[in-house]
C-alpha cells in the first residue's frame, strides 16, 4: 500500500472541496448573513490546510488499485467530514455526528436529515446541503478527473469506482475527455431545470437548489414541507422529468448527441427504466383512486407519478405524504427503493442494470437444472454481458441485501419498530431518504442514538459506491497484502 | 490529404492488443494522443483497460460494425497489427472507405512487401506497409556486415533498392567530390540528406560527416555499394546461425548472396532437411543450439559471429550464453518479448533485437515524420519515388537520356526492361514498355506528368 500516494490525491481532492465551500460562502453574504460567511470561509480554510498538509505530505507516484481504492473511498469520507464541519460552525446543528449524518446524506445524495425544521437555518447553508448533493450526484471522484488531465491510467479505476453500474462505460478515449463530457451534460441540464423552475414561479434560489438536488437525485428542499410547499402541478412536473432524467443513463444523452438517429428508446435499460415508472405509477395510481386516497383520478395520478419517480430515482422528494398512502402502493413505493435508477446516472440504490442481469442469470441458472451441458450467454440488448460482470453482479446482490439485512438488524436493538428500521436500512443504503414511519416523508431521522446515526452514515458511503470500495476497507488482505 | 503537426494530439485507432499493438497503445497514449484499441480477446483488452488509459472495443476489426464503433471514420490513423494478415488488409480497406485519414498495415512475410507493397497499397489503402520480419532482418544483416544503413525501401517488386546510409567521416563521399568517386555498376547516388534539408548532388557536391546518403541500385548491386560507402567490413568471417525459421532462413539467405559462409543449426528436423533442400550453399545441421557438446563439435568457437535467431526466449538466452563461453566475438539475439529487453542489455550481447520493438519504432517513426511512408519523403514531401511505365506516346519513349537532358531534380534511377534491370546511364535510350524508377523533387512533378504521362502513383 502506497500511503504517500493515496495522500497526494486526496490532498488535491481536499482542495477541491475547500474551493466547493466558496459557493455557499457567496450565497451566505447575498443574504447578509455576516456570521454563516464567517464559518463558511473558516471552513474552507480549515479544508486548504488539510489538503496543503496531504499535499505535502504525499508524493506524486503511480496509483495501483489498491491506492485507487483507498483514493475513491477516503476522498468520500473526507469529503462528508470536512462537510460538516460548516453546519457545526454555523450552529445548525449542535452534535458533530448530527452534522456529519447531514453532510454525509448530502454528499452521498441521500438526501435524509436530522433537521426538524429545515426553514429555521440560514440560506446559506440550506444552499451548501444542496450543493454538496449536486457535487456528490455527478461524483466528486468524477469532477477531480475531469479537472485534472494529468492523472493519467490511474485516473480510469477512479472513475470506474465512482460510476454507478455493473460496467463504467467510457465515451472517449481518454477517460478525463469522458468525465468531462458528463459534467458538460450535467451542467448542461442544470442550468435548463434552473431556468424552467424559475419561469415556473420559484424564485432563483429555490430554483437552483431544487435543481441540484433534483439532478444528483438528493431529494434535499430548503423548505420543511419539500416540494408540497409550492403545490404547483407545473413545478412537480418539472421536477418530475428531471428526476427521470437524472436517473437515466448521462452517456445516453452523449450518444443521442453524438449520434445521428439515435434515441433513448433505442437502449435496452432505459426502456426497462421507463417501463418499471409507467407500471408502476399506473398501479399506484389506481390503488390509490381505488382507496379514495385523493380527490379524483388527477390528484391521485400526480402524486402517484411523482411519488414513483421520486423514488425510483432514488430522490426522495415528497409531493405528499405518502405514509399515509394503502398498503399495496407503499408495497410498491419500497420495491423501487431497491431498484434504484439506471447504471451511468446519479441514482442510487441496485440499479436496473443489476437486476436485468441479475434476473437474467437466475433464469439461466433454472434452465441449467434440466439441460445442465447448454451452453449460455447472457444478452442484454443485443449485447453479450461477460462473465465477468455476471459473477460481479451476483456478488454485489449478495452484499447489497446482506449489508441492508445487518443494518436493519441493528437499527432494531433501539428502533421503534419493523417497518421504520428496515425502510430507514434501505433508504440510506440506497441513498434514497425517507423511509415509512418513523422515517417517513414528514419525519425526519434525529430520534436516533449515535451509534445507529454512524451506522447508516457507513450504510450511505456504501450504497454510493456501490460495495466493492467501502467494503474492501474491511478485508485484513486489503491493509496487509 | 490533411496534414495536422506531427505534435499535435491525434485520434488513433490500434487494432490487435498483442505486443506491439499494446506497447505502441501505451506509448502514443503518453505522448498525448487518443487512443482507441480493437481485439477480439476480451482478457487482452481488460489488461489494456486497467493499465492504460485508452478506449477498448471488442470485435474483429475486419467487420465494419466494430470499426463503426471505434469511430474508425474520424480517426487519423488505423494501425492495424493484429496477428492475422488477412484481417489487417481487410481492416484497412474498410476503414479508408469509413473515411480514415491513414493506414499502417503489417503483415508477417518479408516477401510480401519486398514483393508487393505496391499491390497491397492501392488494393487495400495501405499507407505503409510493413513486415515485421523484413525489418528485423534488415537490423540483423546490417549489424553483421557492420554496415550503417538506417532504411531499406524495395521498388519494381523488390528488383530496385533505395537505401539510406548514415554517413561518418571515413565515408569516401565525405572525402571527394562524387565526380572523383567510381561507384559500383548499376548503382548511383540519388540524394544527401543534410539536416532537414535535401540535396540533389552534382559532379561537384561532397557530402559532410553526419549526413545520410540515398543510394539507388539494383538488388545485385546495391550492396557493393553500400559496403563502399559506409566503410563496411570487408570480409565478414563465418556465421552460425541458431535457428531456421522465418527469421532465420532470410538471414541466412540474405547473408549467403554476399558470400558469406553459414551454418544454421535447427532442432527440427523436417525444417532441417527442407532448409537444405531449398539451399544447398548453406550448411544445415540438424541439432540443439542449447548444446554445449554440439557447439564445440560445430567450431562454433571459431565463427565471427553467432545468431540466436529461434522462436523461443530461453533458447536463445541460453545459446548466446553458450556462445560467449565460447568467446565468438559478435554474439546477438532476437527477442520477442519487448518487455525484456533491459534484462538483455546486461548479458553484455553485441546487439538485442525484439521485433516488437522494431515494427513499435518504425510505427513512430513514421508518426513523427507527418506520416511520410518513404524513407525519400521523409522531408516533408519534398521529393518522392515515382514508378513509371513508358507508354507509346511518351516523349520520353526512344530518346537517350542525355538527349532528353532532363533537369537536375529528376533522375531517372532505374530501368526495368523484361528480366533486365539496369541503372541507366547518358547513352542508355529508353524504350516503350519500359518500368521507370523516377525520384523527383516536387518542383519537377509537372515535368515527369510531361515526359512519363500515365497514372499517378506515389
Redesign the interface.
Known sequence: MNLRSTAFFLGRLVMLVAVAELAPLVCSLCYREWADARAFGVSAMLAAILGAALILCGRRTEAYRREGILIVAGSWILASILGAIPYLLTATISSPVDALFESASGFTTTGASVMANIEAAGRGILFWRCFTQWLGGMGIVVLFVALLPEL??G???LYKMEVPGPSAE?L??????TAKILWKIYLALTATQTILLSLAGMDLYDALTHTFSTLSTGGFSPRNASVAAFDSPLIEIIIVVFMFLAGANFSLYFRVWDQRGWNLLKDAEFRIYLGIALAASTIVSWDLMRHRAYEGFVEASRHGIFQVVSLSTTTGFASTDFDTWPVLSRIILVVLMFIGGCAGSTAGSMKVMRMVIGIKSAIREVRLIFSPNTVLSIFVGGRRV?D?VVRSVSGFFILYISIWALGALALSIGGPDLITTATASAATIGNIGPGLRAVGPTANFAFFGSFDKLLMVVLMWIGRLEVYAIAALFMRSFWRP | MVSKSAKGPHNFVVMGAGEVGFHLARKLSKQGHDITVIDTDPAKLERIDDELDVLTVEGNGAHPPVLMSAKVGTADLLIAVSSSDEANLAAARIAKHMGVSRTIVRVGEAQEVIADRRLFEDLFGVDLLLSTQLLTTTRILNTIRGLSTVAVEYLAGGKVQLRKIHLDSDSPLTQKPLRELVMPNNTLVVAFFHGEELIIPSGNDRAEAGDDALILGTTDAIGQAEKMISHGREVIGPVVIAGGGGTGKTVAQMLERVGVKIKIIERDRPRAKQLAAEFPNLEVIHGDATDLQLLKSERVDAAQTFAALTGEDEDNLMACLLAQELEVPQVLALVQRAETSKLWSRLNLHDVFSPRAVAAERIQDYIDSDFSANIVSLQRGAAQVLERRLAEASPAAGVTLAEMDAPRGLIVGAVVRGSKVFVPRGRDRLEVNDLVILFVREEELGTVRLLFPGQEKN
Not at chain 1, 472517449?172 to 475527455?177: A, C, L
Open positions: 493519467g491510467p485516473a480510469r479505476f467510457a472517449q478515449p481518454r477517460i478525463h475527455d461477460p465477468t
